[in-house]
């Protein structure tokens, strides 16, 4: 009969099964552990992957879209005809949009290099805001700010057609305020633009802009054939400078009102 002692007592084939079972449970839960902590790790990657590729936004505004800068290796596709060979050559710079527009402008500097003359053929692009009004871009090309408002100047006849000009609302001098231009083709989609501030008076400051549009002459087209048309079939209703003031190159009253595309 064996003693209460040896009936408790644990064999070693007990002990070393206790302490097997006790490795396995032990082995489980860091397996568990590796596993849930690793899980942590990747859910951590893909949150920061996903982070950056986000658009990086401050104080809550939208982020900047990517807008005009100057394309140096671009030549240029368009030029004034000289009047005569003493004549001045504008500065050309030619400005690229990464949704397809472009705009050429050629300036005319004075005494100071003070801007005294602007031309500006701008081909438009998926960037072009139709809800935008266009004679906000002009008054900031004539030096002023972009809320100031213009008045329509009459109407001058040029080998593109009819052509609309502007000038500040209320100007003290009227005769003496510089002249906005602007004249939009609906195909191709183009914009020509400008102002000009030379001559005296108002009806020689209109004769300059005439001459200036009418001077203008296309160098290449690159693969738009519809702007080399529209500058051939303009080419046809080409005219000579006339004398300064000349009423060949008006149309209507100094406060005509529009009308037709601009």
């Known amino acids: 009969m064996q003693s209460p002692e040896a ?3 644990a064999t070693p084939t007990q002990i070393h099964l206790a302490l097997a079972a006790l490795a396995d449970e032990i082995v489980g839960t ?3 552990l590796f596993a849930y902590v690793g899980t942590l790790v990747l859910f951590a990657i893909l949150a920061l992957a996903a982070f950056d590729q986000l658009p990086s936004l401050r104080d809550d505004e939208p982020a900047e879209k990517p807008g005009w800068s100057v394309a140096d290796r671009s030549q240029p596709a368009f030029a004034l005809s000289r009047l005569d060979s003493s ?7 030619i400005l ?3 949704e397809g527009g472009r705009r050429d402008v050629m300036r005319w500097t004075g005494e100071a290099d003070k801007p005294v003359a602007e031309l500006e053929i701008y081909r438009e692009g998926g960037e072009f805001d139709v809800a935008r009004p266009a004679t906000a871009d002009l008054a900031v090309h004539m030096g002023l700010g972009e809320a100031t408002p213009l008045e329509q100047a009459g109407l001058i006849d040029t080998k593109f057609g009819p ?4 000038r500040p ?4 001098e009227a005769a003496r305020a510089c002249l906005g231009y602007l004249k939009r083709s609906e195909e191709p989609a183009l914009q020509i633009s400008g102002f000009s501030c030379q001559g005296d008076t108002l009806p ?3 004769a300059a802009i005439a001459c200036t549009l009418n001077r203008l002459t296309l160098l290449t087209s690159g693969n738009e054939p519809k702007l080399a048309e529209l500058f051939a079939h303009a080419e046809l209703k080409r005219r000579s400078c006339a004398p300064q003031g000349s009423s060949d190159w008006l149309l209507g009253a100094a406060n005509a009102q ?3 595309a601009l």
């Open 7 to 9: 009936s408790t007592a």
């Open 30 to 32: 860091l397996a568990r």
């Open 87 to 93: 004549e001045k050559t504008a500065s050309y710079v």
């Open 96 to 98: 690229r949009h990464p």
């Open 163 to 166: 052509v609309a000009l502007f």
């Open 169 to 172: 609302t209320g100007a003290a």
């Open 204 to 206: 020689a400051r209109r």
């Open 258 to 260: 529009l009308r037709g």
